[in-house]
């Protein structure tokens, strides 16, 4: 059995820095409090809270002179209410990230709406609504365009995780939709540079693995995105930790490929990796056994 890791895997260039540095800050203040939780992997999140990182769901509840705000960034009117209450701003957004929220918000200071491309229960997505100011809407259907009005005066993002064939297809379905009489379509492409590394790299290792082994968080979006990617092209299981390998699943595999989400830490893959190899190894060892039988 061969183990073949993605050629890009895990921690993304944002959630790299984002930890460097609420680290650097939890360290020299004793403890921070985050504003939402700064990454979607219980693993790296129950690290940072052995060096006193607290996760706040809501601004009332800050208790510190100082908070963090995550990768996945907020709207301006999430920071006007944090300066209100004179509390000090970390901010780790990430710039490709910001660079969705300065285009809702060039957009909406044009008398655009904008259109976004993400599920709107997430956090980056309703930081990006924010900046739209109120002239925005965010879906992952395209059946949902049949039911509102399109301005004339049209805006199209993606949040920054999503798949870009999924938003070329979506903005098909958004640019039939808006082009009438005197329409304007602007469509920045706002996925990030390193999920489109990542996609394209697990791609062509599914393409060829017997196996897919997909880890990260159940709740992670951008890696849930790589099993949805993975399963049409081989069997493909998605774990949190090394612990939820089923050894069944290796049975008759040649080739397992692994590959993680941007907010998986690079201890957890290496956990996986040997935890597959010590599987691998029981393996041999009984079909040694039985054809020496
Ligand atoms: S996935 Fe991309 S946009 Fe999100 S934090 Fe990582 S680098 Fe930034």
């Not at 650097?24 to 921070?32: C, D, H, L, Y």
């Not at 509390?87 to 809702?104: E, L, M, N, S, Y």
């Not at 017997?210 to 849930?224: F, P, Q």
Request: aromatic share 4%; charged share 25%; hydrophobic share 45%.
């Amino acid at each position: 059995m061969k183990i073949e890791k993605a050629a890009d895997l895990g921690f993304c260039f944002g959630v790299k820095r984002a930890l460097a540095t609420l680290e650097e800050v939890a360290r020299q203040k004793g403890g921070v409090e985050t504003l939402g939780a700064l990454v979607h992997n219980q693993q790296v999140m129950a690290r940072l809270n052995g060096l006193g990182v607290k996760v706040v769901k809501d601004i009332s509840e800050i208790t510190g002179d100082t908070v963090v705000i995550s990768s996945h960034g907020v709207g301006p009117k999430v920071l006007e209410a944090i300066r209100e209450r004179g509390i000090g701003i970390v901010d780790t957004t990430c710039p490709f990230v910001q660079r969705a929220q300065k285009a809702a918000h060039r957009l909406a200071e044009a008398g655009f709406f904008t259109l976004i491309y993400g599920d709107v229960n997430h956090p980056e997505v309703k930081g990006i609504l924010g900046w739209a100011e109120g002239r925005g809407l965010a879906t992952l259907a395209s059946e949902d365009l049949e039911n509102v009005e399109l301005s004339r005066h049209l805006g199209l993002l993606s949040q920054t995780t999503q798949v870009p064939a999924r938003f070329i297809e979506f903005a098909k379905a958004a640019t039939e939709k808006a082009l009438v009489k005197d329409a304007e379509l602007r469509i920045v492409d706002t996925v990030c540079h390193d999920i489109r590394l990542r996609q394209a790299a697990t791609l062509s290792l599914a393409a060829r693995a017997d196996l897919m082994l997909v880890i990260g968080g159940h709740h992670s979006a951008n890696t849930r995105h790589l099993v949805e990617l993975c399963s049409p092209l081989t069997a493909t299981y998605l774990v949190e930790t090394a612990d939820e390998i089923d050894p069944a699943w290796l049975e008759g595999r040649d080739l397992i490929g692994v590959t993680a989400g941007a907010s998986t830490a690079p201890e957890t893959i290496e956990a996986v990796v040997r935890r597959l190899e010590e599987l691998g190894s029981i393996g041999e060892y009984q079909t040694a056994a039985y054809r020496s039988q």
